[in-house]
């Protein structure tokens, strides 16, 4: 694994078939938090996690589809 310049490593890069959409998981060295995001050909969605549970139970929910 390579860090970037801002202390970012990338964790794994998915596709969630079941779910319809890919997932990027990284983390940041500096403050050791999760970072996933979600997106389609839709939409996208994107969250920061101080815990794996707290981001697997993220990536265990669909993406939503949000009209402003």
């Given at each position: 694994m390579r860090e970037s310049v801002n202390g970012m490593i990338s964790i794994a890069h998915v596709q969630v078939k079941d779910m319809g959409f890919?997932?990027?998981?990284?983390?940041?060295?500096i403050s050791r938090t999760i970072h996933v995001?979600?997106?389609?050909?839709?939409?996208?969605?994107?969250?920061?996690?101080?815990?794996?549970?707290?981001?697997?139970?993220?990536?265990?929910?669909?993406?939503?589809l949000i009209i402003l």
């Open positions: 890919n997932a990027h998981v990284s983390m940041c060295l995001f979600k997106y389609n050909d839709v939409c996208c969605d994107y969250d920061v996690f101080d815990s794996q549970y707290l981001a697997s139970q993220y990536l265990e929910k669909p993406l939503r």
